[in-house]
């Protein structure tokens, strides 16, 4: 079993930064896919990023390419979301999961939602004008 914790959201103003960091516990999550999604007030739950197990791809939302980056650091079971310019379109809770399992990953599949088994309970990030 894997336990994820997010940290690290807060308010900030339009044009800022933020960097999120999701911890997982209970095992190591090595070979694990992992993603971020968010959810905003009033709307379905979005893909955001994600990273495949070994680190070597990532895919994001075309709304936050270029502005965001996903990274990990398996050795201390940690995931990452550095989210610069900011815009309040990004307010949203933010939420990391991890799929269970190991190997390949298309890119597609790593967008979808129902390829993670293990969720946090997300961190809020408001965006100011």
């Known amino acids: 079993q894997v336990q994820l914790g997010e940290s690290g959201g807060g308010l900030v103003q339009a044009g800022g930064s933020l960097r999120l960091s999701c911890a997982a516990s209970?095992?190591?999550?090595?070979?694990?896919?992992m993603g971020w999604f968010r959810q905003a007030p009033g709307k379905e739950r979005e893909f955001v990023a994600a990273i495949s197990w070994s680190g070597g791809r990532t895919v994001y939302v075309d709304s936050v390419k270029g502005r965001f980056i996903i990274s990990r650091d398996n050795a201390k079971n940690m995931v990452f979301l550095q989210m610069n310019s900011l815009n309040p379109e990004d307010t949203a809770v933010y939420y990391c999961a991890a799929a269970a399992g190991s190997g390949y990953v298309g890119d597609l599949r790593l967008r979808a939602a129902d390829l993670y088994t293990y969720w946090g309970q997300g961190t809020q990030v408001t965006v100011s004008s």
């Open positions: 209970g095992r190591a999550f090595s070979s694990n896919a």
